[in-house]
Structures are given as structure tokens and as C-alpha cells.
């Protein structure tokens, strides 16, 4: 294919790609996807969808990011049957009593001011409204995404924009180079043989899918370095139960004794999860890095690339804050 130098090239059919190529359609430029899975085959369709920042750095940047996705995902709550967004209610406890304090998830240290301050009404949980071996957690309405619905939304959104959407992979960033003026990378844990960036690493995680007794608010206990988490999200297909964060761990295939820890661990906060019945097991590959790269360079060949990979486990969170810098990014790339 003859390179389009007005044309922007995203690679990538997530969560991320999709959100920064409708930035930049919206924008005004002219944007093809190019992905070699389909939305529902990618890691962000396993995704679990709470807007939080968990798992992400630079830390400053991280929540800055996080901010402007819980503005965009709270007002497309406004239209949860059509975007896939929702506000639920939910507590994110701290550390367990008997473990030492990390950085975590929940907004403790001064880096998270901001974070704070966007999200209205969050507030220190009340010992009644902890569970047995927690003694500090926060509550909090937030959104709560539908990914799949979400994907579906975002795909309408990007052709509205007059973008297009293409399935077939890249075998580096140079062949994209030629078919395109600008490529926008966003191809998460595939970066790692594209760019190639082997500081790109899977966090496996998996989950548990099942039928939902009556659960209305989300639950989260995730200490940011443990293997082994515990949350239940109640979406409108079910109650997602999880979860693990492996680190180097490749497998997509569900663990059965894995599973069963999971579905013990949350039934232990609701107990009517026990005898719930299960519809789907999903396993997930988190595109992890020691920081988000986000960061532009001159390709060989002199094609312009904006990259945009290494989200952890916070894509959706995000994703539109990152967006923004994307076209600031493609805005000033410098004539050759």
C-alpha cells in the first residue's frame, strides 16, 4: 500500500486505540484503524471496566490521565444503553489490617489531590460499611463501563467521525510507516514485538463471570503488588467476580482451582455470590510497563509515530485523558 501522508494510522482495536482515533477524527483529521483482533478479542474487552487508577504509572501523569476519563465515562453515564458507561456507588478498601501499606489504589498519598477533587461525594468508608480485616477503605460513585457495550459504542462513535477500521496485523511499526503520514501506536502488550519493547510484560488476569443475586454496589480490595485480588462488579450481563494480577504470566486459559479461590474470596464480602451460577470464565493479559509510554518519534522512512502503550491495568480509566495528549502529539509533529 502506497503511503496516505494526510492520513493518521492507529494501531490498535482497543480500548485505547479506538478512544484516541476518535480524538482525532473529532479533530478533524483523517483516521484508519488498523487491528489484528476484533474489539472483542482484545484485553479490553475482558476488562472489568471500574473507572480507577490501578496499576499505572507515572504516578502524577496516571491520575491527571485518570481525571479527564472520569469526566468523559461520567456523562456518557447519561446514556448507559447506548455507550455502555454507568455510575454505581462501591467501596475500594485499603490495605488488610495484618499486611504493610503500599501504594495500592486507593487515593491516600498527595499525587492523587486531583483525583479527590473530581470524583463528587468520595469519602472515607464508616466501620460499618468495612469488611471483617479492613480498616480504612473509601466510597465512591463512579463509572462502572460495559466493555463490550462500550467497545460496540466506540466503533459506531469512530465511523460517525469518518474513521474506518481495517482487521490485519503489522509486523513492525516501519511497514505501518509506509502507508501513512502519522501512525499512532496503541497496540499494548503486541508493542512488545512491534516496536519491539521488551519492558512490555503480560499481568494475567482472570475472572469470574455469574448471574447476579441482587448485587447493586461494586467492591474492590487490590493492593497494588498483590498476585491475588479480590472485586465484584455488577454489570448488566452479570456479576464480574476477580480476580489475579500474574506477573509474566502468558496463559489465557482459565485455572479452575483459580476460579474457585476467586468466587471464595467474594463470596466472603457477599455471601450470596456462593451459590451463584456461573456464565463465563475470562482470562486477560494486562499490557503492563514500569511507565505508560507516551512519546513521539521520527520513524524510518519519515513517518511521524505517537506511541501509546503500557496502560497496566487502568485503559479504560485512562484512555481519554491519554487521547488528548495523542493529538496535541500528532498536532506538532515537526515538518521532515
Same mark, same amino acid.
Given at each position: 500500500?502506497?503511503?496516505?501522508?494526510? &492520513?493518521? $494510522?492507529?494501531?490498535g482495536g482497543g480500548v485505547v486505540g479506538l478512544t484516541s482515533a476518535i480524538a482525532l477524527a473529532e479533530d478533524g483529521h483523517?483516521?484508519?484503524?488498523?487491528?489484528?483482533d476484533r474489539a472483542d478479542d482484545t484485553t479490553s474487552a475482558v476488562a472489568g471496566g471500574l473507572c480507577w487508577p490501578y496499576r499505572i504509572q507515572?504516578?502524577?501523569?496516571?491520575?491527571?490521565?485518570s481525571v479527564r476519563g472520569f469526566e468523559v465515562l461520567a456523562a456518557l453515564a447519561e446514556r448507559p444503553e447506548e455507550t455502555g458507561s454507568r455510575m454505581v456507588t462501591g467501596t475500594m478498601t485499603e490495605t488488610v489490617a495484618d499486611e504493610p501499606a503500599t501504594s495500592g489504589t486507593a487515593p491516600?498519598?498527595?499525587? $492523587?489531590?486531583?483525583?479527590?477533587d473530581a470524583v463528587p461525594g $468520595?469519602?472515607?468508608?464508616?466501620?460499618? &460499611?468495612l469488611p471483617a480485616g479492613h480498616t480504612a477503605g473509601w466510597r465512591a460513585r463512579t463509572p462502572l463501563v460495559d466493555m463490550p457495550a462500550h467497545l460496540r459504542y466506540l466503533e459506531g462513535r469512530l465511523a460517525a467521525a469518518g474513521g474506518t477500521l481495517e482487521r490485519r496485523p503489522f509486523t513492525s511499526l516501519t511497514e505501518a510507516g509506509q502507508e501513512a503520514g502519522t501512525v499512532v501506536n496503541c497496540s499494548g502488550l503486541g508493542a512488545r514485538e512491534l516496536v519491539p519493547d521488551p519492558q512490555v510484560q503480560p499481568v494475567q488476569g482472570q475472572l469470574v463471570v455469574v448471574a447476579n443475586p441482587g448485587i447493586e454496589e461494586w467492591f474492590v480490595s487490590a493492593d497494588g503488588g498483590a498476585s491475588d485480588t479480590t472485586y465484584v462488579l455488577p454489570q448488566p450481563f452479570g456479576v464480574v467476580l476477580g480476580g489475579t494480577a500474574? &506477573?509474566?504470566?502468558?496463559?489465557? &486459559?482459565?485455572?479452575?482451582?483459580v476460579a474457585e479461590a476467586i468466587v471464595a474470596r467474594c463470596a466472603r464480602r457477599f455471601p450470596a455470590l456462593a451459590g451463584a451460577r456461573v456464565l463465563e470464565h475470562r482470562v486477560g493479559l494486562r499490557p503492563a510497563r514500569t511507565a505508560v509510554r507516551l512519546a513521539a518519534e521520527r520513524l524510518p522512512g519519515g513517518a511521524?509515530?505517537?506511541?501509546?502503550?503500557?496502560?497496566?491495568?487502568?485503559?479504560?480509566?485512562?484512555?481519554?485523558?491519554c487521547a488528548d495528549e495523542v493529538v496535541r502529539k500528532v498536532r506538532e509533529a515537526p515538518a521532515e
Amino acid at each position: 500500500m502506497r503511503i496516505n501522508a494526510s &492520513e493518521v $494510522l492507529v494501531i490498535g482495536g482497543g480500548v485505547v486505540g479506538l478512544t484516541s482515533a476518535i480524538a482525532l477524527a473529532e479533530d478533524g483529521h483523517r483516521v484508519r484503524v488498523v487491528s489484528r483482533d476484533r474489539a472483542d478479542d482484545t484485553t479490553s474487552a475482558v476488562a472489568g471496566g471500574l473507572c480507577w487508577p490501578y496499576r499505572i504509572q507515572p504516578r502524577e501523569q496516571a491520575v491527571r490521565w485518570s481525571v479527564r476519563g472520569f469526566e468523559v465515562l461520567a456523562a456518557l453515564a447519561e446514556r448507559p444503553e447506548e455507550t455502555g458507561s454507568r455510575m454505581v456507588t462501591g467501596t475500594m478498601t485499603e490495605t488488610v489490617a495484618d499486611e504493610p501499606a503500599t501504594s495500592g489504589t486507593a487515593p491516600a498519598d498527595d499525587a $492523587l489531590t486531583a483525583w479527590h477533587d473530581a470524583v463528587p461525594g $468520595l469519602r472515607r468508608a464508616r466501620p460499618d &460499611e468495612l469488611p471483617a480485616g479492613h480498616t480504612a477503605g473509601w466510597r465512591a460513585r463512579t463509572p462502572l463501563v460495559d466493555m463490550p457495550a462500550h467497545l460496540r459504542y466506540l466503533e459506531g462513535r469512530l465511523a460517525a467521525a469518518g474513521g474506518t477500521l481495517e482487521r490485519r496485523p503489522f509486523t513492525s511499526l516501519t511497514e505501518a510507516g509506509q502507508e501513512a503520514g502519522t501512525v499512532v501506536n496503541c497496540s499494548g502488550l503486541g508493542a512488545r514485538e512491534l516496536v519491539p519493547d521488551p519492558q512490555v510484560q503480560p499481568v494475567q488476569g482472570q475472572l469470574v463471570v455469574v448471574a447476579n443475586p441482587g448485587i447493586e454496589e461494586w467492591f474492590v480490595s487490590a493492593d497494588g503488588g498483590a498476585s491475588d485480588t479480590t472485586y465484584v462488579l455488577p454489570q448488566p450481563f452479570g456479576v464480574v467476580l476477580g480476580g489475579t494480577a500474574r &506477573e509474566h504470566a502468558w496463559s489465557r &486459559e482459565p485455572d479452575p482451582a483459580v476460579a474457585e479461590a476467586i468466587v471464595a474470596r467474594c463470596a466472603r464480602r457477599f455471601p450470596a455470590l456462593a451459590g451463584a451460577r456461573v456464565l463465563e470464565h475470562r482470562v486477560g493479559l494486562r499490557p503492563a510497563r514500569t511507565a505508560v509510554r507516551l512519546a513521539a518519534e521520527r520513524l524510518p522512512g519519515g513517518a511521524w509515530c505517537v506511541h501509546n502503550y503500557g496502560h497496566g491495568g487502568a485503559g479504560v480509566t485512562v484512555a481519554w485523558g491519554c487521547a488528548d495528549e495523542v493529538v496535541r502529539k500528532v498536532r506538532e509533529a515537526p515538518a521532515e
